[in-house]
């Protein structure tokens, strides 16, 4: 009889324990998803359209049950909490949103649960790269942008666009002051994207992705500052992303660059007419994006996972892509919402690695701009 009760009581003792206590990667998808009901709730740590996503949850919520909860924070703030709380049995983060570049940062087997390819239903599908940054099978892609140039095409035709180098000097010299683009990174990163287009097209063979950024490495960069100087009186260096963006409206330019989800978001506010267009110049420009992952100390892993799969599945990256304008992860999402043409999302590139990322906009300023 003792021996009986022995029994029960461990048994009912392991039922008790948190499903962490547990092997997930054991678990069927069913059984998983079963524990995520139980579980009942996460908290995902996501810096950016905050009050946008808690709408958007809300789909995933009446689906399954489980309720998200998404608190205010910046990105370092999220990131540095993630980091602090990595020593605690329990963290307070569900799931968390990062860039490539965190990605790097961190040995990534030390801080987040997983690898999830192998647990997600379709993580053989997914992206797990993006932005310079492996997540070695811990963290799918989920947003994607795409540094482009937008246009009015009631003021210049697709047929005119210029999309090679050579096109690029034809236009800037026979429409002075059409062109706008920021060029302090503080300011946003399409305008800077396009000076690093046309430098990676101008030094070709140049390491960009060592991040080296050393005089002697810098001064290879200078036939790009040749060639921007030779054209300083014919573009316009704007403030920033919002500031291009908002003179293209007002009709300044006839183009400038942008990103290709702010500029999706604004004509969905109705700030800027949809019948602008964009696309990416033959030499491209920067692509990047963000992924979504589960610290190892999360609270409610099977949640997570549920959420993380909803998240970078093809139907909601299609609803993201026709609400944000964000570019689909998942291979067998519907494109049709996206701004960016499907054939030219070939022409995005990883951009420099840090510091030389950064260095190439003030190398702009200084060796163009104040020269």
């Not at 003021?155 to 062109?179: M, V, Y």
Request: charge should be negative; include cysteine.
């Amino acid at each position: 009889m003792l021996n009986r009760l022995t029994v029960m009581s461990l048994a009912a003792v392991a039922l008790a324990l948190p499903v962490q206590a547990q092997e997930l990667q054991s678990m069927s998808w069913d059984q998983i998803v079963a524990q995520a009901k139980k579980e009942g709730e996460i908290t995902w740590f996501q810096w950016y359209f905050q009050d946008r996503f808690r709408e958007q949850v809300k789909e995933f919520e009446n689906e399954t049950g489980i309720k998200v909860k998404i608190p205010d924070g910046s990105h370092d703030a999220n990131f540095n909490k993630m980091l602090a709380e990595k020593d605690r049995a329990e963290g307070d983060i569900d799931v968390l949103s990062l860039t490539g570049a965190d990605v790097k940062k961190l040995n990534v087997a030390d801080y987040l649960y997983g690898p999830v390819r192998q647990m997600l239903p379709e993580g053989a599908k997914l992206n797990f790269t993006i932005d310079g940054g492996d997540s070695q099978g811990y963290a799918p892609a989920f947003w994607g942008n795409q540094m482009c140039i937008a246009y009015n095409p009631d003021r210049i035709a697709e047929a005119d666009l210029p999309r090679t180098l050579e096109q690029f000097a034809s236009f800037l010299e026979k429409n002075p002051g059409e062109l706008g683009f920021n060029a302090a990174s503080s300011g946003g990163g399409s305008g800077p994207g396009f000076i690093e287009g046309v430098t990676r097209k101008l030094v070709p063979d140049f390491d960009y992705a060592s991040g080296v950024a050393d005089p002697a490495t810098l001064k290879k960069l200078g036939p790009a500052w040749d060639w921007f100087k030779s054209h300083k009186d014919q573009f316009v260096v704007t403030a920033s992303n919002a500031d291009s963006v908002a003179r293209l409206t007002s009709g300044e330019f006839m183009m400038v660059a942008t990103f290709e989800d702010l500029l999706s978001g604004l004509q969905k506010k109705g700030e800027v007419p949809k019948t602008f267009k964009v696309y990416v110049p033959d030499f491209g420009m920067p692509s990047g994006g963000n992924m979504v992952s589960i610290p190892a100390n999360a609270k409610h892993k099977a949640a997570a996972l549920v959420f993380v799969n909803w998240l970078t599945s093809a139907k909601t990256q299609t609803k993201l892509s026709r609400v944000f304008g964000s570019a689909p992860q998942h291979p067998e999402a519907d494109t049709s919402a996206s701004l960016v043409p499907d054939s030219d999302r070939g022409k995005g590139f990883t951009r420099a690695t840090k510091p030389l990322g950064e260095e190439i906009a003030k190398q702009f300023s200084l060796n163009v701009l104040q020269q």
